[in-house]
């Protein structure tokens, strides 16, 4: 069950193919889309080459969702500071945008997590935001799939939060509770690798 710190009214974002502007003024494209992968086929990598390359240390999932036995296709950004990783669709009860599960991981720029997440809450109370508790402490801006503010209702799930400098975002599916499950595994993992 997810643990909710604090919650807006359940509206969500569309959650059509995101973009976050970087410190640069480039634009990195971020989760979200449609069943189809919005990443060109030229960045198509293998895991160990993404783990090889990018700039930050990347940490894959460990949960039936979300592992490296069901991994079905990794994208290294160009410029090496982001890397998207796809896992099989989930099979929602309701249609959603985005049926596969994808984790996102990127370097962080947006200063302190919570206040931007905050921020973000404030810039749009309609959104349905949501922060939660994930494990050693970290907080996560989550969103629900389906939500009233999203025309067709087919958003899907949605959280991010800040591991140790990395951004990480995972979403697809309609299964908020299940998103939390495979960010936890990220952090449980990034702490037996620090603690390695």
């Not at 509206?11 to 990443?39: F, I, M, N, Q, W």
């Not at 293998?46 to 940490?59: D, G, I, Q, R």
């Not at 299940?178 to 990220?186: D, M, P």
């Amino acid at each position: 069950m997810v643990s909710v710190v604090m919650a807006s009214t359940v509206v969500a974002l569309s959650l059509a193919h995101c973009h976050e502007e970087r410190d640069d003024g480039s634009e990195t494209a971020v989760a979200g889309g449609s069943d189809t992968p919005p990443y060109p086929d030229e960045w198509k990598t293998t895991l160990e080459e993404a783990t090889s390359k990018a700039s930050f240390p990347l940490v894959l999932p460990d949960v039936p969702l979300a592992n490296g036995q069901n991994l079905t296709a990794v994208y290294l950004y160009p410029d090496r500071v982001a890397v998207a990783m796809l896992f099989p669709p989930s099979e929602p009860e309701k249609a959603v945008r985005q049926r596969f599960i994808e984790v996102w991981q990127g370097v962080w720029g947006g200063g302190d997590p919570l206040a931007r997440f905050e921020m973000d809450i404030a810039d749009d109370p309609e959104a349905g935001y949501v922060l939660l508790d994930l494990d050693e402490g970290i907080t996560a801006l989550g969103v629900n799939a389906h939500s009233p503010s999203d025309d067709d209702r087919a958003n899907p799930a949605f959280l991010r939060f800040v591991l140790r400098g990395v951004d990480v975002q995972v979403s697809g599916g309609e299964d908020l509770d299940a998103l939390v499950e495979v960010a936890n595994s990220i952090i449980d993992a990034a702490s037996a690798e620090a603690a390695a």
